[in-house]
């Protein structure tokens, strides 16, 4: 009988460990904006998306949620967030210990100096609102990798 069995045990075993092993979750979005319902319904196109989602109301509590979340992956903020921009939350991402963190602006209400200063801080991208979801998650799922 001709053995057709191509693995020897040792390359089966690891192969079987590397199967079974769990696999990484998906990384969180954080999403960060004043506005409760743009905020909500960002949210929910990310969950209707399988995309695990925080959000924040603004730049203070995303940004510490940033630095207590290890499993947040991703940014996306308004520019408009009250009192702190979405410029000085970028700004702040940046001089921190998450500053590869990849961000992607959503905003209805910027001028082009905004756009250019947001992409000086390297963000991923800049959106304005009304969004196009789908350029939206093909955005996110790029970045996080899905």
Known sequence: MVDL?????AEREA???VLLAPQA???RVLVVDDDADSRE???EIFTLHGIPCLVADNAQAGFDLLMTNRAVSLLVTDLRLGAESGLDL???VRESERAALPIIVVSGNAGVKDAI???HLS????LLKPIDVDQLITLVRRELDL
Do not use: H, K, N, Y
Not at 5 to 9: A, M, R
Not at 123 to 126: C, L
């Open 123 to 126: 963000v991923v991208d800049f």
């Open 15 to 17: 192969l079987s460990e």
């Open 41 to 43: 319904l960002l949210a």
């Open 117 to 119: 200063e947001a992409m």
């Open 5 to 9: 069995d191509i693995l020897t045990d």
């Open 25 to 27: 979750a998906p990384g």
């Open 90 to 92: 970028i700004r702040q």
